[in-house]
């Protein structure tokens, strides 16, 4: 099985992009972890459009903590991520 961490490792990313999507992963991979749990414990279905909402404030709570990344707010990520990916 190919390690998921692994797949953007060899592609032609620019420093401030590799740390976004190295992140993408991670917050997948807890977000989707963490609700099977909370559907298991509640015997309930899950909420996609949360789990997606979920997986997109991990990512923008992890990447502004990375060294370079001062001048962006979670809001930066939440709302404005594609003009700003295309901006680096």
Known sequence: MI???QLWK????KPKQ????YCIP?????????????CVIEK????????QELIEFGAAFWVPSKKGWNDYSMEDFIFRLKSMVKSL
Request: net charge positive.
């Open 3 to 5: 390690n998921p961490l």
């Open 10 to 13: 060899n592609q032609n990313l």
């Open 18 to 21: 590799k740390i976004i999507w």
């Open 26 to 38: 991670l917050a997948v991979m807890r977000t989707i972890w963490n609700q099977r749990n909370t």
């Open 44 to 51: 309930s279905e899950p909420n996609w459009v949360e789990v």
